[in-house]
């Protein structure tokens, strides 16, 4: 098995085809992970969340960077790496459009609300709506993968 540079087709591809990416973000020198479920749109992958310290995080520092692996077998996977700016949705403004694009993407996935909606401690009730929608606008994005190839021979 040897592991070899992924073409940014290739990465987008693994991108474009996943759900779940584990989100870094830091704050005072601080860093913090956490799982997401996203949608991807073009340059932008969507995503949902409750307030919390991710969110408190990002508007401190959007610069955040996130991985997807795909896996398909023991010796056999593919791990994309991208790093991006946070950009909050708000319901009302000139993102709301964006937003309502946002939520239709992401309810084509199965428990699409999850993790971002759930919580370890009850949350208060509240009249507002407490859902946060924002984008991860893609910089730059890399990946490796396992081939049964050395890479750069034929």
């Not at 020198?29 to 995080?57: E, N, R």
């Not at 960077?65 to 000139?94: H, M, N, Y």
């Not at 009850?122 to 396992?146: C, K």
């Amino acid at each position: 098995m040897f592991v070899k540079e992924m073409s940014r087709q290739e990465c987008y591809e693994v991108v474009a085809s996943g759900d779940l990416a584990r989100l870094a973000c830091c704050k005072n020198d601080q860093p913090y992970i956490v799982p997401i479920t996203y949608a991807l749109a073009g340059t932008h992958l969507y995503c949902f969340s409750m307030p919390g310290q991710k969110i408190d995080w990002m508007r401190a520092n959007p610069k955040v960077c996130l991985q997807i692996d795909e896996f398909s077998g023991k010796c056999k996977w593919r791990s994309v790496v991208l790093t991006g700016q946070f950009r909050e949705l708000p319901p009302a403004g000139g993102r709301y459009s964006e937003r309502l694009d946002a939520w239709s993407l992401l309810e084509k996935r199965v428990n699409w609300w999850e993790p971002g909606g759930l919580k370890p401690v009850p949350q208060q009730i509240s009249g507002a709506s407490a859902h946060i929608y924002f984008s991860v606008d893609i910089d730059e994005m890399s990946g490796r993968q396992t081939s049964e190839v050395e890479a750069g021979s034929s």
